[in-house]
Structure formats: C-alpha cells, structure tokens
C-alpha cells in the first residue's frame, strides 16, 4: 500500500551546504562573536602577565628590605666589635683594671673589695659569691703560689669554691684531690 501522502525528500546540495555551514557557525560560532572570545581571552593573558609582574616586583622589594636590615645588622656587629677591641686595647694599656683581681671561681668577672670595720677585705663577684681574706695583694700572691704548687704534680686546673660556713676561699682538684685554704 501506497500512502499519497508520503513525502519523499529530495534535498539538493546547496540545501546541504546551507545545513552545514549552519551547523559549523553553531558548533563554532559566529565571526563576530569568535573574534570577541579571542579579545577577552587578550584581556585575560595581559592582566595575568601584569599580576604575575607584580608579584615579582613586590618579591624584589621584600628582598631589598631584607638586604637593608641585613646591612643595618652588620653595622652594628662592626660597631660593637670596635667597642669591644677598644676596650681590649685600653685593658692592655694598663689603667685602673689592671690591678683588678679575676674571681677564681668564675674566671670571667673581676672581684671588688669592700673594706670591712674590722679592717677585713671583703670581696665580691657578678657571679654571686662573696668571702673574707686578707689584702688583695697578699691574696693574688696566695693564689698564685697554690695554683704553682698544684701545677707541679697535677695538669688539670685547679677549682676554686668559697666555703659557705667559714666564708673563706678554697681549692680542691677533681683529678688529683689536691686540697689547699686560702
């Protein structure tokens, strides 16, 4: 059975090449608009660029302040090792420290001596310790001679401590259990 009403297509090529031109400016849209998509995508690659600058410029500055601080810090270690060279150099000059006595127990400060009403020497350190003895001359000379004496038989240093009851000054060796009172 026939249908008269069949319709039977008959598509010539320019309708096909319509179609498919049709289907290429949909899938890849319009001149207009493509040229649109390339501009904003122009727009986005420039301020990319410009930002990524940016970043590295504000790295270079960070790296600039930190060379400053840097060279600040080094000047002052230059100026506190003059200080400290000149200080060196006025300590080997002579002056009034030279008479100063080193604690024995520290090695590091220097002892002040107080005179007491008793006409008794007391000395003191930074480092906390504090003890009767004679004049100061008699006590570097007594220091000297023990320290003499030990060095004869023994190469370790000798220690020195104060004794709390007596507040007087003591030496004892580790190695060689030399004992001396000052």
Request: glycine letters at 4%; hydrophobic letters at 30%; aromatic letters at 10%.
């Amino acid at each position: 059975m026939e249908c008269p009403t069949n319709p039977i297509c008959k598509t010539t090529i320019e309708q096909k090449l319509k179609a498919q031109k049709a289907a290429k400016l949909y899938r890849l849209g319009s001149p207009k608009l493509r040229d649109l998509l390339r501009e904003k995508c122009r727009i986005r690659f420039k301020e990319a660029r410009r930002n990524s600058h940016d970043r590295m410029r504000a790295i270079n500055e960070e790296g600039e302040d930190q060379e400053e601080i840097y060279n600040e810090f080094i000047e002052e270690i230059n100026k506190w090792f003059a200080e400290q060279q000149e200080e060196e150099e006025n300590y080997f000059e002579g002056g009034p420290k030279m008479n100063a006595l080193i604690c024995p127990v520290c090695q590091k400060g220097t002892l002040v001596v107080y005179l007491n009403k008793d006409s008794r020497y007391n000395y003191r350190c930074r480092c906390g310790i504090s003890f009767f003895d004679k004049d100061p001359e008699i006590l570097r000379s007594l220091l000297a001679v023990e320290i003499d004496k030990h060095e004869q038989f023994c190469s370790k240093p000798l220690i020195f401590f104060v004794d709390p009851l007596m507040q007087q000054l003591e030496g004892i060796c580790e190695a060689c259990d030399y004992f001396s009172c000052l």
